[in-house]
């Protein structure tokens, strides 16, 4: 697959401390790429290299094959987890000013500018001063001047933090429409939600390390430890049921409604085969639901993390 | 690269221009300025005409025509009247006291029983004329006791000064080195302030992008490195042309104040040079004119042009220096609260600058000291400013100490930059805690 990014045993310390030991990872074209990992994992420290604002004690990293190198400021839009904007410049200025810096000509930043003003309803907040708008607000010109430049790469960190959800929904379907029209993504958070939203490829960092990465689908197969929910409508003794089940089966967790008849259960099979317990709950019960269950993103991380913190 | 420095400077001189603050600074300096000047200039007014009325009961034979009017006091002569009397009559007509003189057969008695009676502590500048007219009359007793006639103690009594020349010929002067090192002392000054005021402009604005969480944003644009050094020329344009605004407004205002007012402001400078002739008797008024005239020369002849060449390359050189220190604080910290501790340790050697200049350079420019020092980089902007105005080469600052100081400035604003980018790279993406020196110390090698 042809690769936007790619790093290559990437170190970077400060002093004694260690932020990233040798990172690895190959980041597709044209897809969205969720960077996970606990607060202080080194996600931050990784970003930083990419825009070049640091540089890595040893390592490398190709930007569309080439080794990094100061040109490639303008085909990366960054939006840093901690942002924001002068607070006495007028709206206006101060994105025509962040776009020039881009490398954009001045007459071409106002073009795209009022495009997306347009887009996104504020064209009305060009004379404002950033003191006079709400965080909200303010996070949505953030977010135009750092896709203003119609950058290869764009890098998110934590790109809902401070918009209500009406506002995150809006810069999502935004997200996604980069997507759409090539842009890859690099996108870093610890809201989960949004990775099982966006992302089609993750890599969790920890305590400095790339723990996990890969297509989410493929890890959350690989993740996937046949386990079924199981919900039977059972006619006569409830418990009885229950009981011989547990007898046959590897049953995690059960819950018995005998008033309703009904019978909840989480069983681990020993492996993919679900034959044998279909034909034993078909002899007494209606199943109602039998369903495998896929662990989350949350799961995923919560598990990696504490395996790893275990030695494991 | 070099157009994104450009943006930065426009954007940083443009803010700082347009802050309110600032306009209104540059608005109200001039006119508070000339403001002093005039209100300086109508208190001494005021200062010099108020004249003190002394009543004199004199009750003795001597000292009959001894108190005349002068610029301070004026004289009211009673007659006839107790003391008692007299008292009363000097508190009713609320003048400023009461000279009295006893009768006694001798010029030394009666003068050592006269008492002068004010309402509160008198004035020394009263006291000190009064014991003027007694001293003179006493001592022309004491020399016509002595068989020795005034005119005789006159022509000894002739004022004596040393003749001074430098080894090529010309007359020196007296005072010129002080009055030379205090026009480069003023120089020497204005740098320093403007130090440290832009300076800590350039520290507010690092301080203001950290807290507004801009710069991260920017620096995915730009090195900090160009953005350290876009603030500092930005702020300094800014800097230069708040200068220019009061020099000229400053002028403007004191040309029509002068015109409208008429203020005399003639006589505020005949009175600061008034202090030294005043000593001098009636006859030497000629010779003074002429030394006046000198003096004149002497500041005529100051190397002007040298002067301000030199003031724009220390100031430039030296505010390099500084606000580049000025920047890696303010990316230190996170409030300026939490500047004082390392404010201090600069405004140090500016301080020591401005102390020494006026102490050791007045004295003996050339000295050690004031060698040492206007070579010192931290200290040279201003300390060599003070020593400039004696010229470069023979008799001034020699030329090697000249070169060698601008040299040194250079080399110390290279090293200095380079480490101040090194605290001011990790300094701005640090947040939510006060470093300690051992810290900033720990930056340096990241």
């Known amino acids: 697959m042809d690769h936007i990014l790619v790093a290559e045993n990437v170190t970077k310390t400060y002093g004694d401390y260690t932020a990233l030991s040798n990172i690895s990872l190959q980041i597709p074209k044209n897809c969205i790429y969720g960077l996970l990992g606990p607060n202080g994992a080194g996600k931050t420290s990784f970003i930083r290299i990419i825009n070049q604002i640091t540089h890595q004690d040893s390592g490398e990293i190709l930007l569309n094959g080439e080794p990094l190198a100061p040109k490639h400021i303008a085909s990366i839009g960054y939006l840093p987890e901690e942002r924001g904007l002068y607070k006495s410049m007028k709206v206006g200025e101060q994105a025509l000013y962040l776009a020039q810096l881009k490398g954009l000509s001045k007459s071409e930043a106002k073009t795209r500018l009022t495009y997306w003003f347009d887009r996104l309803n504020i064209g009305d907040w060009w004379d404002k001063k950033i003191q006079e708008l709400s965080k909200g607000m303010a996070q949505k010109i953030q977010f135009i001047v750092t896709v203003l430049h119609e950058p290869k790469l764009l890098i998110f960190d934590e790109p809902f933090s401070g918009f209500d959800p009406i506002n995150a929904n809006i810069i999502k379907d935004e997200i996604l429409q980069l997507k759409e029209n090539g842009t890859s993504i690099i996108f870093s958070t610890h809201r989960m939600e949004s990775v099982e939203e966006l992302c089609e490829h993750i890599a969790l960092i920890h305590k400095s390390e790339k723990i996990l990465d890969g297509k989410l689908s493929d890890i959350k197969k690989a993740y996937k430890n046949n386990i079924f929910n199981v919900g039977l409508y059972v006619e006569k003794d409830v418990s009885a049921m229950m009981r011989s089940l547990k007898e046959k089966f590897n049953i995690l967790s059960s819950e018995v409604d005998s008033d309703e008849n009904q019978l909840n259960f989480k069983v681990q099979l020993p492996s993919h085969q679900t034959g044998d317990i279909l034909m034993e709950l078909s002899k007494g019960a209606n199943i109602n639901r039998f369903e495998e269950t896929i662990p989350s993103a949350n799961d995923i991380f919560i598990q990696t993390v504490n395996n790893k913190d275990n030695g494991q | ?446």
């Open chain 2, 1 to 446: 690269m070099a157009s994104k420095l450009g943006l930065i400077i426009k954007r940083e001189y443009l803010a700082k221009v347009r802050n309110r603050s600032f306009i209104v600074m540059t608005i109200l300096s001039p006119l508070l300025m000339v403001g002093m000047i005039v209100l300086i200039a109508y208190l001494a007014k005021v200062n010099d005409e108020e004249t003190r009325v002394v009543t004199v009961l004199n009750e003795s034979s001597f000292f009959q025509n001894d108190f005349n009017p002068s610029k301070n006091i004026s004289f009211v002569h009673l007659e006839d009247l107790s003391l008692e009397q007299a008292k009363d009559s000097t508190t009713a007509l609320e003048y400023y006291g009461l000279l009295h003189i006893p009768p006694a057969p001798t010029v030394e008695q009666v003068a050592n029983a006269a008492y002068l009676y004010t309402k509160d502590n008198p004035n020394t500048s009263v006291t000190q004329e009064l014991e003027d007219i007694f001293q003179s009359q006493l001592r022309q007793n004491r020399l016509q006791k002595l068989g020795v006639s005034f005119e005789q103690f006159s022509s000894v009594e002739k004022p004596f000064e040393i003749n001074l020349s430098t080894f090529d010929g010309e007359k020196s002067m007296k005072g010129i080195n002080e009055i030379k090192a205090f026009i480069g002392g003023g120089f020497g000054y204005a740098i320093m302030m403007f130090i440290i005021i832009y300076g800590g402009f350039v520290m507010r604005s690092v301080i203001e992008e950290k807290t507004s969480r801009i710069i991260e944003v920017i620096i995915s644009s730009v090195k900090p490195f160009q953005l350290m050094l876009g603030k500092i020329i930005g702020n300094s344009l800014a800097g230069i042309t708040q200068f220019s605004i009061w020099i000229i407004s400053a002028s403007l205002l004191m040309f029509i104040v002068v015109l409208i007012f008429g203020v005399d402001l003639a006589a505020l400078s005949a009175d600061t040079s008034g202090v030294t002739p005043g000593a001098m008797g009636v006859s030497q008024l000629g010779a003074m004119d002429s030394e006046m005239m000198m003096y004149a020369k002497e500041i005529y002849d100051i190397p002007w042009g040298l002067l301000i060449i030199s003031f724009f390359i220390y100031f430039v050189l030296g505010y390099l220096i500084y606000s580049s220190i000025y920047a890696a604080i303010g990316a230190a910290v996170d409030n300026e609260t939490d500047t004082q501790q390392f404010i201090f340790p600069i405004i140090l050697p500016l301080m020591l600058a401005i102390y020494v200049g006026f102490f050791s350079v007045f004295s003996n420019p050339h000295g050690p000291i004031a060698v040492g020092f206007s070579l010192f980089p931290l200290t040279s902007p201003i300390v060599m400013l003070m020593r400039l105005p004696g010229g470069i080469g023979e008799g001034g600052v020699p030329v090697w100490q000249f070169l060698l100081s601008i040299f040194l400035l250079i080399v110390t604003f290279l090293g200095i930059v380079s480490l101040a980018a090194k605290i001011y790279r990790t300094g701005i993406l640090m947040y939510g805690k006060k470093p300690t020196y051992k810290e900033l110390i720990k930056w340096l090698r990241y």
